[in-house]
């Protein structure tokens, strides 16, 4: 069952021991005063903060740099965006081939704002997924009553990615060895009946898992979303850290 929650790099660092209650209380917190702050500081702060964290439990820079990747190529497009096409206050015109393209300073600005804010909120998500097994972040989801029915299948959705994943390796890498993907044609044919496979794959293993926990006394209810109680120990330097981020935010 190791498949069942996410891999934690650097697991014997402090935070990756804490509550994921705590733990999804604070980000969502941080998220909050992310998005809610006009200015340019906090939000980087928060975004170097958080890139030190997973640094600091054991992510590996290359995997922090895929995971951050998409979210900056967004904030990319968004601060060109706002530079060229929004604002009032021309800062550098040029016209290449005979087109008109003006900077404008307070559309670079707010371009400006607008993608510190999403390297924030992606360093506190980043952070949080890394230092947090997958089964214990979906349990404190099912705490702040997010609906149980779409926890379980959450939860059994992400156990089957990886048998699906192994299933679609396997059948991929037996179609290359018969050349099945040699030509536009034979390539297109060949992922179609690979899809396929992996529908029908997916379907029979939902019918068997669904036996074998009938068979095993399933009730609707996962024991894996039981909860201890909290610990002050936890839960006062998250709020601590909280207030004073508060104070940071409110500067």
Not at 60 to 70: D, G, H, I
Not at 105 to 128: F, P, S
Not at 142 to 159: D, K, N, S, Y
Request: charge should be positive.
């Amino acid at each position: 069952m190791r498949h069942l929650h996410t891999p934690t790099p650097g697991s014997s660092h402090p935070v990756t021991s804490l509550d994921a209650r705590v733990k999804l209380l604070t980000a969502l917190a941080l998220l909050v005063m992310v998005v809610s702050h006009g200015g340019v500081l906090f939000p980087l702060l928060v975004a170097m903060a958080g890139s030190a964290l997973c640094l600091a439990i054991g992510v590996r820079p290359r995997l922090l740099l895929l995971r951050f990747a998409e979210p900056l190529l967004l904030a990319v497009i968004v601060l060109l965006l706002k530079s060229f096409f929004s604002g009032s206050e021309p800062l550098w015109h040029a016209s290449p081939g005979g087109i008109d393209m003006t900077l404008h300073r307070d559309g670079l600005l707010e371009g400006v704002r607008i993608a510190v804010r999403i390297a924030g909120a992606v360093a506190v998500v980043a952070a949080v997924g890394f230092a947090t097994p997958f089964t214990e972040l979906l349990a404190a989801l099912a705490w702040l009553r997010v609906p149980r029915g779409l926890i379980e299948v959450t939860i059994f959705a992400w156990r089957y990615l990886f048998v699906l994943a192994d299933d679609a390796q396997v059948i991929h890498a037996a179609q290359r060895n018969r050349l099945g993907y040699v030509g536009l044609r034979r390539g297109i044919r060949s992922f179609g009946t690979l899809a396929g496979a992996l529908v029908i794959k997916a379907f029979d293993s939902s019918q068997t898992m669904t036996t074998a926990m009938v068979q095993r006394g399933y009730d609707g209810t996962l024991p894996l979303l039981a909860h201890r109680p909290l610990r002050t120990a936890e839960v006062l330097p998250a709020a601590t850290m909280v207030f004073l981020m508060g104070a940071l935010w409110r500067l």
